[in-house]
């Protein structure tokens, strides 16, 4: 697909971003793996005249993510779970603290973006890269791993311990981009 010169910018209304988390240890079967939807965000990709991306920027509200799915455990997530789960993450995890990324360079080679900036997380800003794909129908496809301790997160664990969130999360987006 080709862009056309300018900002194009997407939210939730052309894909979806979410975090997908694992669970470890002992007690795992206790917990499950979970999808989690963030439901306000909004990313831009500036083109230049060449038609060649230059910039990617990423800005989420953390306290808009909800609970899409618990796999793997040993009963179905309840409604219950749900918010005690989405209430450690606000007020344990991240914090209410704002989500974004901007980037200080883009290389593009066979459909695929490699963008490098900076990215904050929980009031913690640190250098990040990661691969975004570009489809000719202008789908961009990509996933971040993030691991929580580097951004001064501390993983989720219950059970003493034998329970606890993996410590490296995926960040996966979809979306499309408008057409030129």
Request: glycine share 10%; net charge neutral; charged share 25%.
């Amino acid at each position: 697909m080709a862009l056309s010169p300018g900002t194009h910018s997407v939210g939730p209304d052309a894909g979806s971003f979410r975090v997908h988390t694992y669970r470890e240890g002992v007690a795992q079967k206790a917990g499950h793996d979970l999808i989690i939807e963030v439901g306000q965000w909004r990313a831009s990709v500036q083109v230049g005249q060449d038609g060649s991306p230059t910039a990617v920027s990423f800005e989420a509200d953390p306290r808009s993510l909800q609970i899409v799915e618990g796999r793997r455990g040993v009963k179905p997530l309840t409604d219950s779970d749900r918010a005690d789960i989405r209430s450690n993450i606000d007020e344990k995890v991240l914090r209410g603290q704002p989500i974004s990324f901007n980037s200080s360079a883009v290389d593009l080679a066979d459909g695929r973006m490699v963008v490098r900036g900076e990215l904050t997380i929980a009031g913690r800003t640190k250098p990040a890269s990661f691969e975004l794909r570009l489809g000719d129908d202008g789908r961009v496809i990509g996933t971040l791993e993030v691991t929580q301790t580097e951004w001064g997160i501390k993983p989720y664990r219950a059970f003493m311990g034998a329970l606890k969130v993996r410590d490296t999360v995926e960040v996966v987006l979809d979306a499309k981009l408008p057409a030129a």
